[in-house]
């Protein structure tokens, strides 16, 4: 890998070059194994250890299909889908691989006793496949994580939609956190200029998330004035989608879990702040019972800061734990906007409350292309910034995983795969001059 790094630092390497540079037949790569899917049977999830399940091997290079392309993987970062990979929660990805791997000739390489995982990237295109126009070799790039085949019209409107949509590095093998991805050529984008390596590859998964999710017509479709409760403000999701919300006159009002969490959200800019700790909310009286009393005090502290309205839009993410309360302070006809349950999938709320106010839920996965691509330029334009905390190295993955499994992180949390150290690959520093008190926002929380 040396003679690809060393061509990527020198900075005036050309396409051609880049072309003809020796690939490896092995390359080193962030795994879960096959064999150990079993191993946390009987642990409490919050016990399952994902430091004993992530292992660094090397691994064979595999074939680039027709329509892919191969990237020298410059820095990733941890999204809560490798967590779940990590503990094999709620189900092995092994399942998936197994069932892209009767897809097709070229989906069999998916399926193979290791999962190489992650869901995001910066770095360098190395080679294309056969049909590739659009990206050469030498082209500095970030990916997103949407996996589509297209060959369904279900698809063609909102490629979330195509039956075989997938998330890559989670759903699909020859992930991110590795010295080298595969990639299908749809998923890349061009690279930030003003952001170095490991800033550039956090925003790509949860910036898309939180773009859709708000801001798109296929998500809640946010306006000027809304008023946008958002839980886990400062967390990786949470944090884009406060950014999206200031940036689009919305008022958002960010739900947090300690003190220092509300200084950083204040520092984004927001004003309306809410440290649940600190109030002492329990929504659940036990493990079967929630408290509506807790829902009311909860909502009349939000229209005491917001001068007596309900949130237009709950921004929900954490699922079990918080949705009988976000569906009940949601102003009358408002919506629920909901992804992911990192608290768990099995929602339970006041039917009462959404009927009889006409309040709607509405899912919301990942991005389509064009989200994607419209999160990926606010980040370009300096509208909407990086999040990165800590970055960890390749050999230290398994403890940034554990690190946003325990909830200990702020924002996003940053992993170099190929780049020997952190602030490479800056193009314009002017730029970035800019903008960077707000690109170090959260270094070092």
């Known amino acids: ?132 126009n659009a990206w050469k070799p030498g082209a500095e790039v970030v990916a997103h994580c949407l996996s589509v085949e297209l060959e369904s019209p279900d698809g063609h409107d909102d490629t979330m939609m195509d039956p075989e949509q997938r998330i890559w590095g989670f759903e699909t093998n020859f992930g991110g956190l590795a010295e080298l991805a595969i990639v299908k050529a749809n998923q890349l984008m061009p690279k930030p200029d003003h952001l170095s390596w490991e800033e550039a590859a956090s925003p790509g998964l949860v910036n898309s998330t939180a773009y859709r999710q708000l ?69 659940w009286k036990d493990e079967s019972t929630q408290d509506p009393a807790e829902w009311r005090r909860f909502g009349k502290k939000i229209r005491e800061l917001t001068g007596g309205e309900d949130p237009d839009i709950v921004f929900e993410h954490p699922g079990r734990e918080t949705f009988g309360a976000s569906v009940y ?61 800590k970055v960890y190295s390749i050999e230290e993955t398994g403890q940034a995983a554990l690190d946003v499994h325990h909830n200990k992180h702020q924002g996003k949390v940053g992993v170099l795969t190929l780049a020997p150290e952190e602030g490479l690959g800056v193009r314009d520093a002017e730029k970035r001059a800019k903008h960077l008190d707000a690109i170090n926002r959260f270094r070092g929380i």
């Open 329 to 389: 302070v949601a102003r009358k006809g408002g919506t629920i906007i909901t992804c992911a349950s990192t608290s768990g999938y099995m929602h339970e709320y006041d039917n009462r409350f959404l009927w009889m106010n006409l309040k709607q839920i509405k899912s919301s996965h990942f991005a389509n292309y064009r989200e994607a691509y419209e999160a990926n330029r606010l980040i370009d334009k300096g509208l909407i910034h990086p999040t990165v905390s």
């Open 1 to 132: 890998m040396q003679n690809i790094l060393d061509a990527i630092m020198a900075g005036d390497t050309t396409s051609d070059e880049f072309a003809t540079i020796e690939l490896p037949e092995s390359y080193r790569a962030i795994t879960v194994h096959k064999d150990e899917e079993t191993m946390f049977e009987g642990v409490a999830t919050k016990e399952k250890d994902p430091r004993k399940s992530l292992h660094l091997d090397d691994v064979a290079l595999p074939e680039l299909a027709p329509g892919e392309a191969l990237v020298a993987v410059m820095a990733s970062a941890i999204n809560y889908n490798t967590v779940w990979t990590s503990i094999f929660e709620p189900v092995s990805t092994f399942r998936f691989l197994e069932r892209y791997g009767k897809l097709s000739e070229y989906t069999k390489r998916h399926d193979l006793p290791y999962h190489v995982v992650g869901s995001d990237l910066a770095g360098v295109v190395l080679r294309t496949g056969p049909g590739v």
């Open 215 to 283: 801001v798109s017509h296929n998500g809640a479709n946010m306006k000027q004035g809304d008023v946008v409760l958002i839980w886990g403000a400062s967390g990786g999701l949470g944090s884009y989608a406060t950014q999206m919300a200031l940036n689009g006159g919305a008022i958002p009002v960010c739900v947090v879990s300690s003190p220092e969490k509300a200084e950083i959200v204040r520092s984004l800019g927001a004003e309306l702040v809410i440290d649940r700790s600190a109030e002492g909310y329990k929504f």
